[in-house]
T-cell receptor, first 113, second 116 residues
């Protein structure tokens, strides 16, 4: 069985400060890991994807995540938050590519001026 | 622009009625479409997987007679919530996996269903 745990339901940062959204996963197989972002009234958008290549994955909009097998973590980071980053972020795990995605409960990122 | 169109975005219906939700891929042919359900403050839960021209595969615990899925063409899948009850109120999201989209999965913007 697979699962993901997003450790924070809400994260608040000031514009221009670093962002850290935490995710731990559990998987019996070599997992694929994803981060998706959900803006209000918009579909989920893929930020980045890890599939057993480089452990540091760079995504869109300046986000990146590091796969740490020893810690079973896949935290999402960004050096400097922008107001437009305010959204809901989902950590996702799968052992079968896109076929059976298992979503975390989401982290709402709030960015203040 | 959006590559997946999901309609309606919001629907309110009376208990006992049926509601149809459409999911269309706009720029490509979809091999597979997925339907998810999202409860408030909860993660998305996969309900079923549908492939064009074949019966949908439902996840454990999802009633196939209640949530009817039709994937009649390579660009359209529909989810019909039959005899809706208040407990069916939820946010439903479709996603689409295309033939030639470099293994990218595209999500619709979701449908908020409220059953009175």
């Amino acid at each position: 069985a697979q699962s993901v745990t997003q450790l924070d339901s809400h994260v608040s940062v000031s514009e221009g400060t670093p962002v850290l959204l935490r995710c731990n996963y559990s998987s019996s197989y070599s997992p694929s890991l994803f981060w998706y972002v959900q803006h209000p009234n918009k579909g989920l958008q893929l930020l980045l994807k890890y599939t057993s290549a480089a452990t540091l994955v760079k995504g869109i909009n300046g986000f990146e995540a590091e796969f740490k097998k020893s810690e079973t973590s896949f935290h999402l980071t960004k050096p400097s938050a922008h107001m437009s980053d305010a959204a809901e972020y989902f950590c996702v795990v799968s052992s079968t590519g896109f076929q059976k995605l298992v979503f975390g409960t989401g982290t709402r990122l709030l960015v203040s001026p | 622009g959006a590559v997946v169109s999901q309609h309606p975005s919001r629907v309110i219906c009376k208990s006992g009625t049926s509601v149809k939700i459409e999911c269309r891929s706009l720029d490509f042919q979809a091999t597979t479409m997925f339907w998810y359900r999202q409860f408030p403050k909860k993660s998305l839960m996969l309900m079923a997987t549908s492939n064009e021209g074949s019966k949908a595969t439902y996840e454990q615990g999802v009633e196939k007679d209640k949530f009817l899925i039709n994937h009649a063409s390579l660009t359209l899948s529909t989810l019909t919530v039959t005899s809706a009850h208040p407990e069916d109120s939820s946010f439903y999201i479709c996603s689409v996996l295309g033939f030639a989209t470099n293994e990218k999965l595209f999500f619709g913007s979701g449908t908020q269903l409220s059953v009175l």
